[in-house]
């Protein structure tokens, strides 16, 4: 399989770190060769924060070259111009659009359920993505994070009919 590259951004507080960490630790579990890397900026004050994570057979770099990721998948709107860049010709940006207003028990868990849109587009099995968002979060997060994730490959199965 060739390599896989997926940026993820946001602001600070977002949970860009959170993501990127259940996103690897999946396609770690599915059997990938994983490198993640992140710039921070000024997260703590809700500056824009990126990471990018790259699976395959095999990877060599944990840096998503300009102009070669796979997705971008934001999750402040405002962060889509900013990192388009980042995006090969022909890729997929999802942008936090997709998720229906108000569709979310608990907005904090956009992360996750952006994360199930873009479950849609890898070869990732349902079974790695679980696991991870169980060893990635705290247990009373679990169910409200598997109906995020669950919402999420919904609202991205209705986006591509």
Same mark, same amino acid.
């Given at each position: 399989? #060739?390599?896989?590259?997926?940026?993820?951004?946001?602001?600070?507080?977002?949970?860009?770190?959170?993501?990127?960490? !259940?996103?690897? @630790?999946?396609?770690? %579990?599915? *059997?990938? @060769?994983?490198?993640?890397?992140?710039?921070? *900026?000024?997260?703590? %004050?809700? *500056?824009?924060?990126?990471?990018?994570?790259?699976?395959?057979? %095999?990877? &060599?770099?944990?840096?998503? =070259?300009? +102009?070669?990721? @796979?997705? &971008?998948?934001?999750?402040?709107?405002?962060?889509?111009? !900013?990192?388009? +860049?980042?995006?090969?010709?022909? +890729?997929?940006? !999802?942008?936090?659009?997709?998720?229906?207003?108000?569709? &979310?028990?608990?907005?904090?868990?956009?992360?996750? /359920?952006?994360?199930?849109? &873009?479950?849609?587009?890898?070869?990732?099995?349902?079974? =790695?993505?679980?696991? /991870?968002?169980?060893?990635?979060?705290?247990?009373?997060?679990? /169910?409200?994070?598997?109906? #995020?994730?669950?919402?999420?490959?919904? #609202?991205?199965?209705? %986006? /591509?009919?």
């Amino acid at each position: 399989m #060739a390599v896989t590259n997926i940026v993820i951004a946001g602001l600070g507080g977002q949970g860009v770190l959170t993501a990127s960490d !259940i996103l690897a @630790d999946a396609a770690f %579990r599915a *059997g990938f @060769d994983v490198k993640k890397s992140e710039l921070h *900026g000024m997260s703590q %004050r809700g *500056g824009s924060v990126t990471s990018d994570v790259r699976f395959g057979d %095999r990877v &060599l770099s944990p840096m998503v =070259p300009p +102009g070669e990721a @796979d997705v &971008l998948l934001v999750l402040e709107p405002t962060q889509s111009a !900013i990192n388009r +860049g980042l995006l090969r010709h022909g +890729g997929v940006l !999802i942008g936090p659009e997709i998720i229906p207003e108000g569709a &979310l028990r608990n907005r904090k868990s956009l992360n996750v /359920a952006m994360l199930g849109a &873009l479950s849609t587009l890898v070869s990732i099995a349902e079974e =790695p993505w679980m696991a /991870a968002i169980h060893a990635n979060l705290a247990e009373k997060l679990h /169910a409200l994070n598997e109906q #995020a994730f669950a919402l999420g490959r919904e #609202a991205a199965a209705h %986006r /591509a009919a």
